[in-house]
T-cell receptor
Framework: LAKTTQPISMDSYEGQEVNITCSHNNIATNDYITWYQQFPSQGPRFIIQGYKTKVTNEVASLFIPADRKSSTLSLPRVSLSDTAVYYC?????????????FGPGTRLSVLP | SAVISQKPSRDICQRGTSLTIQCQVD?????MFWYRQQPGQSLTLIATANQGSEATYESGFVIDKFPISRPNLTFSTLTVSNMSPEDSSIYLCSVESAGETQYFGPGTRLLVL
């Protein structure tokens, strides 16, 4: 069961790029890395997922080094609406729910 | 991505009563899960809802307290039984879709007095 470590909180200003790093030293070969965003009173929303190297979609990029012991979620040019809690998860789809353990997440505050 | 709805969106209940929460998905999915999120905390997996068989519960959660039904591939219910104020929480269902990804419902906010 991979355990993740993230900063508890981060502050940023509108228009800046935000990078949130997650450590997962005991990630297993079959584990994927997934990031979720959660606003107050809403369910977590899928942002991005990757296995290795770099993944980019319309909202974020995910950087994963060769050893896969960490990953970095990059949010370009954040706005006030990006204020939320961001969760990093690692897990193996074969034992899906049991391996997808949510850590405390990173509370991102975007300031004007 | 799957579209997930939950009913009710919120409720206020008296201690000792039970509440059944419904989760509906707009497409057939193999895996459905139930989570609890206590105020200001992260999410904790309660159980995996298995279609056609008993749910698989995580450590600390039991069937008598949280009975789960999964009659088909698009629907599940979670019942919170004999409620106490400690059960006040947000309850979320999620589904596996598109491979290794979970998608979450909007949650049910429960307050037990």
């Amino acid at each position: 069961l991979a355990k993740t470590t993230q900063p508890i909180s981060m502050d940023s200003y509108e228009g800046q790029e935000v990078n949130i790093t997650c450590s997962h030293n005991n990630i297993a070969t079959n584990d994927y890395i997934t990031w979720y965003q959660q606003f107050p009173s809403q369910g977590p929303r899928f942002i991005i997922q990757g296995y290795k190297t770099k993944v980019t979609n319309e909202v974020a990029s995910l950087f994963i080094p060769a050893d896969r012991k960490s990953s970095t979620l990059s949010l370009p040019r954040v706005s006030l609406s990006d204020t939320a809690v961001y969760y990093c998860l690692v897990g193996d789809g074969r034992n899906y729910g049991q391996n997808f353990v949510f850590g405390p997440g990173t509370r991102l505050s975007v300031l004007p | 991505s799957a579209v997930i709805s939950q009913k009710p969106s919120r409720d206020i209940c008296q201690r000792g009563t039970s509440l059944t929460i419904q989760c509906q998905v707009d497409s057939q999915v193999t895996m459905m899960f139930w989570y609890r999120q206590q105020p200001g905390q992260s999410l904790t997996l309660i159980a995996t809802a298995n279609q056609g068989s008993e749910a698989t519960y995580e450590s600390g959660f039991v069937i008598d307290k949280f009975p789960i039904s999964r009659p088909n591939l698009t629907f599940s219910t979670l019942t919170v039984s004999n409620m106490s104020p400690e059960d006040s929480s947000i309850y979320l269902c999620s589904v596996e879709s598109a491979g290794e990804t979970q998608y979450f419902g909007p949650g049910t906010r429960l307050l037990v007095l």
